[in-house]
């Protein structure tokens, strides 16, 4: 499989609505963005979201689609500063960042063989000229967009590619120059090949039967098919097949109508998950069970579940305390109705309502999904099984939960990365990232648990000043539960600063009730008796 393992590493923006100068934003296993209101969180999971939107529309011609999870009435009113409309406006500068593996036996077959000491000479790629079958490339894409007279448009776009771990990079530009699309290998402009695109996905041509075989230009475009040709796919797949929950619901109807073929997705509001849970009941999904906290324990599973759909649903959500199983009651010739216990979902209040299309999501994100394979199986080989990731971007996971569930979920997204999906995780809930911080610290010294939480999760916080620039400070956990860079301004202030008022003004009023002293009690009609005169 070409583009295997393909995962995001990185998101890079510039004049992108709030984000006025560069911006790099490190991706982990898992990512979680904190910050105020309107600070620009939801910004950075809206890059990635605009590349799969306009991914999605039927018309390969256009690259860049402003209708969908990004709504915008034009380029501008994505661009920083809301500039005014002119015939040539300079709009956002979005890039990404992805690993993937590439087979270079066949993408050096699909260049018909070229000579190995040529292809390296003229293309600048010394491992070239003694090829791996099979190399990790680190990828980006950087496109630069613009609006001329109203209109969308892409105005040049970077690719480089570098082996993981080296830093020997190679660069190819596409650029407009007087209305055609110009290719440059390095500074060095590629008049005989051309470009088309997919969307904003470039893809090279060239005419070999006018090129000869040790032409530089032809080694060039030999060089962009190990290069760049199965990355871009892999990009591509990987953008396309990406998850995004948001942080609404539409209200559940108390019916639910048969969907006459399973929906491939959730739906940005979960508006699809109880038709595809109705319709994929029995098909099997793997997860890791949700890590387990008992006291000062941590209970880590490391075997990954494969059960059907809704059996997982339901042992998903006990793990997260929830105690009334989820069923489905036909309603023939009507549809079906979802039951928590003996109510319907419309009747069990938001909470459930917004965990349901998040639990199922973790679930459908199995690279395996659907496989028939019912096997349990080690992580190890499970993740050698999928040899792909899934991708997933949420916001506000915590909405209408109580504070133990709330808690729990930093548990499930925790088995979620560990298992295959990488996930960025907009939140406001200091519970969940207080039991983040509660698990390494309750880690064992040296643990597989402490490692992985210290190296696979990223704190984000975002930040907004008085002139409405956003800014990123990321950080790490520590061993002892801490954060070791940046401790997200007033984040979980408000808790820790209300317990200590509490505590003081409790020892504030316990010390005044000590000293103050009591008058002496009266009787109806006793009065003290005076003195006597000596």
Not at 102 to 119: F, G, H, I, K, R
């Amino acid at each position: 499989m070409n583009g295997n393992n393909a995962k995001l590493t990185a998101i890079f923006m510039e004049r992108f609505k709030s984000f006025e100068a560069p911006t790099r934003i490190d991706l982990a296993p898992l990512t979680v963005i904190v910050g105020r209101n309107n600070s620009g969180k939801s910004t950075i999971i809206q890059g990635a979201m605009l590349l799969k939107q306009t991914l999605a529309d039927p018309r390969s011609e256009v690259v860049l689609r402003l209708e969908g999870i990004v709504e915008a009435f034009n380029l501008r009113e994505l661009t920083f500063g809301h500039p005014p409309q002119a015939p040539r406006v300079d709009g956002p500068v979005i890039e990404v960042e992805w690993e993937s593996e590439v087979d270079v036996t066949s993408a050096l077959e699909s260049a018909l063989s070229p000579d190995p000491d040529n292809l390296a000479r003229h293309s600048g790629v010394s491992w070239l000229k003694s090829p791996p079958n099979r190399i990790t490339l680190r990828s980006t894409i950087r496109l630069r967009t613009v609006e001329v007279l109203g209109a969308a448009q892409i105005d040049s776009i970077d690719l480089q590619s570098t082996p993981l771990h080296e830093e020997e990079s190679t660069t190819v530009r596409i650029s407009q120059k007087d209305g055609d699309w110009v290719c440059y290998w390095g500074k060095h402009p590629a008049s005989q090949i051309g470009v088309e695109f997919d969307h904003f996905i470039p893809y090279l041509r060239i005419d070999r039967g006018s090129v000869g075989p040790r032409d530089r230009q032809r080694a060039w475009h030999n060089a962009y098919l190990v290069l760049f040709a199965q990355p871009l796919e892999a990009l591509k797949k990987l953008l396309s097949e990406s998850h995004y929950l948001g942080s609404f619901r539409q209200p559940p109807p108390s019916l639910f109508k048969t969907a006459t073929t399973a929906p491939s997705e959730i739906g940005v509001s979960g508006e699809l998950a109880a038709q595809l849970l109705h319709r994929r009941q029995r098909d099997v999904v793997h997860f890791l069970p949700p890590i387990s906290v008992t006291g000062s324990s941590v209970d880590v599973p490391n075997v990954v579940v494969g059960e059907p759909l809704f059996e997982a649903v339901n042992s998903v959500l006990d793990a997260l305390s929830v105690k009334a199983p989820l069923r489905v009651e036909e309603v023939a010739d009507l549809g079906f109705r979802l039951l928590f216990g003996g109510s319907s979902l419309v009747h069990v209040g938001r909470g459930l309502s917004y965990l349901l299309p998040l639990v199922e999501l973790g679930l459908f994100a199995d690279p395996l999904r659907f496989t028939g394979n019912w096997k349990s199986m080690p992580l190890a080989e499970y993740s050698q099984r999928c040899n792909s990731f899934s991708h997933i971007a949420v916001e506000e996971p915590e909405a209408h939960l109580h504070p133990k569930v709330a808690s729990r979920l930093a548990h499930w997204l925790v088995s979620l990365a560990r298992a295959n999906r990488r996930l960025i995780v907009e939140t406001h809930s200091d519970h969940l990232v207080r039991r983040l911080r509660g698990l390494v610290a309750r880690a064992g010294a040296g643990s597989e648990l402490e490692k992985w939480l210290l190296g696979n999760v990223i704190v984000l916080s975002v930040e907004q000043d008085v002139a409405g620039h956003s800014t990123v400070t990321a950080s790490r956990l520590t061993a002892e539960g801490g954060v070791a860079e940046t401790w997200p301004a007033d984040f979980m202030d408000e808790s820790s600063d209300e317990e200590s008022a509490i505590y003081y003004a409790r020892l504030n009023k316990a010390e005044l009730r000590s000293s103050f002293q009591p008058p002496v009690e009266m009787v109806d009609g006793d009065e003290p008796e005076a003195d006597e005169a000596p």
